[in-house]
């Protein structure tokens, strides 16, 4: 059976002509696809599929046992994807469905369903990004595009769906279709040339709620009304982003339209390059905006976890105890006197500092785990710039580690030396050097040090770190992000956005008043890239114990 529309279906209508759009503009004769004979006629044309017709996006356990793989793994997630929304005895409008996953969710949730998406034949509009084959690029998209409809088909059938399908322009939704309880854009806007028309047409049908789900884009404040245009990836899947949407760019626009109440969640969703791939765990915001309700942006936080996540089969056990025990455990070491405590604190107050503490230690003994890395087997930790010792102090735990502190500031290493004797403490110089020997260390992190750094000294200090850490060790860092860039007057604003390290108060190398904010394209092109290393983790705003900095881990290659 032939898996696209060039034939006449044995209901009389001819699939080719109706969606032969490209020599003309998307015409109202779109018109007429939820008629029944026109559904039965596209269930028709996609009966028979076989998994090698398709492509998922959406990873799915099917029916009788089946299971697919896709890139997004959303399973168990859907609640917290859409927005709490309640679907039960909705009528809803789901603008590109791809794979069907959430389509079939909502259905079994009580909704009826009108998936729409590209018509036959169509190329998703494409970003001219210089360099790009356009023509080669819109024929890899149509095949995409009708291998991922005949996922959306292939699952219809297995689930024996009662959902409906209609495929147009976006931006010119047919005018028979009726009206909609609620519209759905999970992953669309970002790919369209003209976002906002598209939420204007589906407002114009829509009587409860628009839901929106994107990706939170890490170059962008979320707080700020902002669509950054192409923004940077790998070709060629970057021809099909157009933009990258701040949460608050898409609540003003539906507000416009008439949906004033405004909830917005935070999420992290699982992506896979290919089947066996690591999981990646990805910031996502979902917005549901409601016409009736008290006007006014309600921002909730939704930080679950997936919960098909794949354990680390071979982590020990003890180390999937919750970092609340680890760090609530006793100590015989006392806490530092208040002067040394405001110091590294910004206040005087012990409990801020052992909970700045607990947190950071937190951070690191999470993303470790999270990354399959048996703590014990670290073998040796280095903390740069640690301080007091109010992370340091945690790894106790494991005493089999040999743990090392250092820090520019005598007084604190002194403190250290004197009190915590589960570690040995030294002081470091402004100069890019330290007492060690190469490959010295299976962790190495700072917190909040970089952060402190003049431009000239912020990559010799990244290569003096990776000289003393051990080919396959790990670096954890915490810098000043996007979070963070309301501190930054306009001209320093605009320098962030556009990749640039931004250093204020140089001349206090090393001190608090010297201020350095690390957009994440330089620490991708200037500490991870030049030298090798993995990205393992990205948090923005996920540095626990230094608020609401970000954190990242790097890993460092076996080999050169």
Known sequence: MLTRADQTTSTGIDLDAFYRWASEPFPSRYAGQLEPEFQSALKECHADLHLTDCSFYHTMDLPGGEHVDGEWDLRGCEDIYLGHYNFHGKRVLELGPASGHLTYFMEKSGASVVSFDLPFNASPVLVPVPGLDLEKAAASGKEGIRRL????????????????????????????????DVSVFAAILVHLPTPFVALKQAAEITDDAIIVVEPRAPLLDQNVPLLYYNPPGPM???????????????????????FPAITITSHIQTRRDHPTAPPMEIPWFTIVARRSGQPGVTIGSSEEPPQNAIPAPHVAAAESETVEALALQEFSEPLPPPHLRALVSGTEDAEVFTQLGKRGFAAIHDVLVANRVKIADLG???????????????????????????????LLIDWCKENLPLAKFSTNTLAPTLDFRDQSFGLIYALSVFTHLPVEAQVPWWRELLRVLKPGGYLYITVHGLKCLSV???????????GDLVVRGSEAEGTNTCAAFHPLSYVRD???????LSLLKFVPGGAAGNPPQDSYLFGKPLTP
Request: with cysteine; aromatic share 16%; net charge positive.
């Open 488 to 498: 930054l007057d306009q001209e320093g604003q605009t320098a962030f956005l556009n």
């Open 236 to 258: 060629p899947a970057r021809a099909v982003y157009w933009w990258a949407i701040t949460r608050t760019a898409i609540q003003n626009a539906l507000i416009d339209l008439g």
């Open 380 to 410: 040796s930790i280095l903390d740069f710039g640690c301080g007091v010792g109010r992370v340091t102090r945690y790894w106790r735990k494991w005493p089999s580690l040999q743990v090392h502190g250092t820090d520019i500031n005598h």
């Open 526 to 532: 200037d500490f991870a890239r030049p030298f090798g």
């Open 149 to 180: 409809r005949n996922s959306w088909w292939y699952a219809h059938s297995r689930y024996e769906s009662r959902a409906q399908v209609l495929y147009g322009d976006i931006e010119k939704i047919p005018s028979d279709v009726g009206r909609f």
